[in-house]
């Protein structure tokens, strides 16, 4: 069963953050291979017949890696890119080995970068896929220069590669996938509150700003809504802190039965929650929150709520949750257990 994602995948992808760190090693492999290329054809040369190819090609992948580092081409939504970027690598690699010594000469080994650009971006499984290619091109290049694939010192060169990607590229990718879980996890523990698995305030507050955006863009209304536990000091003090956290987690679990997928929720602070209501109105916020008030099938613990709407109620989320917080407190002082909105008569 696919596990729901707690958070949305755009800002919030540990795997994408991650990428973007390794784009920058991405591109330092590419001009690694570049300086190599140019080393060996400085220090050894090229074959006559091919020294301007070689130039020409060579500074034509320079250009294509810098275009690429330049515009940020590349990102993790577009994987079939990056993959390109490692098959222009392993072609270019292959071109350039069969203009010079073949598959004999020390510059084999190039392949390994493709390998580790690989591992470092697409994950295991394309890296065997790609691992499969080089052999393949390996073999097509011993054929090109007329070699006999199945003589003992072919065949050992090809396993001995062979192997060397397979272990590269597996144990690259592994040391990856496992980077990306820990990054995830380290995520979650900044981002999620611990007792209710919300967001906690300081997600929420990232996570408000480009709904706040786009809402204020379009002129769409959302609604901002405080709510605060009336008595959990007197709960705690009667029952003791495990009672308490009871009731905590208990209005959280109603909070997100009552709440849609692209709803907004977060524990701000002890015993206050948030919740920011994309494309709804005062009319839809009240509505959703006596629902929760009244549901005739669960008691939720008595909470007082103020609610605040973009645009009636302010410009911005910050003067919204202030209006919010003020209302709450209005209800509050009528006796909780009821929603107040902003600016309507006690
Ligand atoms: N059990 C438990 N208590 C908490 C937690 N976080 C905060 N509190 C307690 O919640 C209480 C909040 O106190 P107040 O702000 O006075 O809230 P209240 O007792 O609900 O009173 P009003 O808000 O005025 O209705 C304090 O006693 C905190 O110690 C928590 O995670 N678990």
């Not at 091919?50 to 990102?75: K, P």
């Not at 002129?219 to 009336?230: A, F, N």
């Not at 009240?286 to 007082?304: C, N, Q, V």
């Amino acid at each position: 069963m696919k596990v729901k994602d707690p958070l949305p995948p755009l800002s919030w992808d540990a795997r994408r953050i991650q990428i973007q760190g390794f784009m920058t090693g991405l591109h330092q492999i590419e001009w690694l291979l570049v300086t190599l290329i140019t080393l060996y054809l400085v220090l050894i040369g090229a074959p006559d017949d091919h020294t301007l190819e070689l130039l020409v090609a060579t500074a034509a992948y320079f250009g294509f890696s810098l275009l690429a580092s330049r515009l940020r081409f590349f990102d993790e939504r577009q994987r079939w890119l990056l993959a390109l970027h490692t098959w222009v690598m392993i072609g270019f690699i292959t071109w350039f080995l069969h203009s010079t010594e073949g598959v004999s000469g020390p510059l084999t080994s190039l392949y390994l970068l493709a390998v580790v650009t690989s591992a470092l971006t697409l994950g295991v499984l394309a890296t065997m896929l790609e691992v499969v290619a080089i052999v393949a091109c390996i073999v097509l290049l011993l054929q090109l220069g007329d070699e006999r694939l199945m003589e003992t010192a072919n065949l050992t060169l090809l396993s001995i590669n062979l192997i060397a990607y397979l272990i590269i590229g597996y144990l690259t990718a592994a040391l990856v996938d496992g980077i990306t879980v820990s990054n995830r996890m380290l995520l979650e523990m900044a981002s999620q509150d611990p007792l209710t698995g919300l967001f906690n305030r300081r997600a929420f507050n990232d996570l408000v700003k480009p709904v706040d955006a786009m809402a204020r863009r379009s002129r769409r209304p959302y609604s901002v809504v405080v709510i605060d536990m009336d008595g959990l000091k007197a709960i705690n003090d009667a029952q003791g802190h495990v009672e308490g956290d009871r009731a905590i987690k208990l209005l959280a679990e109603e909070l997100k039965a009552h709440t849609r997928s692209s709803d907004l929720l977060a524990r701000h602070g002890g015993d206050e929650f948030l919740i920011m209501l994309p494309d709804t109105d005062a009319g839809g916020a009240t509505r959703m929150l006596h629902r929760l008030l009244a549901d005739p099938d669960h008691e939720i613990p008595a909470i007082s709520i103020g609610v605040a709407c973009y645009p009636e109620h302010g410009e911005s989320f910050d003067a919204l949750f202030e209006q919010a917080d003020q209302a709450m407190y209005v209800s509050k002082s009528l006796g909780g257990r009821r929603v107040h909105v902003a600016g309507a008569p006690r």
